[in-house]
């Protein structure tokens, strides 16, 4: 949506390597905090497979998670 390759009502279809298929569609707009959001619909079937379970340390300074990459420019337009 953001980057104007769908839009709001219309379909979007994505197809797996093994045929299951999953459609979405933007329903809507928001904004949390200062960020302009998207309200989503998603259909289709799957299975859970497994599950992973993280912990943190209250000391640990990355606990709130970290990157690898800068973030991209879209990314921080509305922060500036």
Do not use: C
């Not at 104007?4 to 707009?29: C, D, R, W």
């Not at 200062?34 to 259909?43: C, G, L, P, S």
């Amino acid at each position: 949506y953001a980057q104007k390759e769908i839009e709001i009502g219309e379909e979007f279809i994505h197809e797996s390597i093994v045929g299951s298929l999953f459609k979405g569609y933007v329903m809507n707009t928001t904004h949390v905090e200062n960020i302009e959001a998207v309200i989503t619909k998603i259909t289709g079937s799957a299975w859970l497979m497994g599950m992973h379970r993280f912990f943190y340390n209250e000391m640990d300074p990355l606990k709130e998670g970290f990157l690898l990459i800068p973030p991209m420019e879209h990314e921080t337009e509305d922060i500036k």
